[in-house]
């Protein structure tokens, strides 16, 4: 699970997708969780997905 707070300032003018990885080298596309909405953001990362017990969460945001 990862949680953030989004304010209503961020959120009119850039875009967040929190990306998920088993390795910390990639960062499929597939696995993009697409943020929307302000205040506190959770979202939980698929723990069946995790590879020898590991899992890795960012959250990327870009300003078009």
Do not use: H, M, Y
């Amino acid at each position: 699970e990862i949680s953030f707070e989004r304010s209503v300032d961020s959120a009119s003018d850039t875009t967040a997708v929190i990306q998920w990885s088993t390795d910390l080298q990639s960062w499929p596309a597939e696995n993009d969780i697409e943020v929307s909405g302000t205040g506190t953001i959770t979202e939980t990362i698929p723990g069946s997905s995790a590879q020898n017990g590991r899992i890795f969460a960012r959250l990327k945001v870009t300003k078009p």
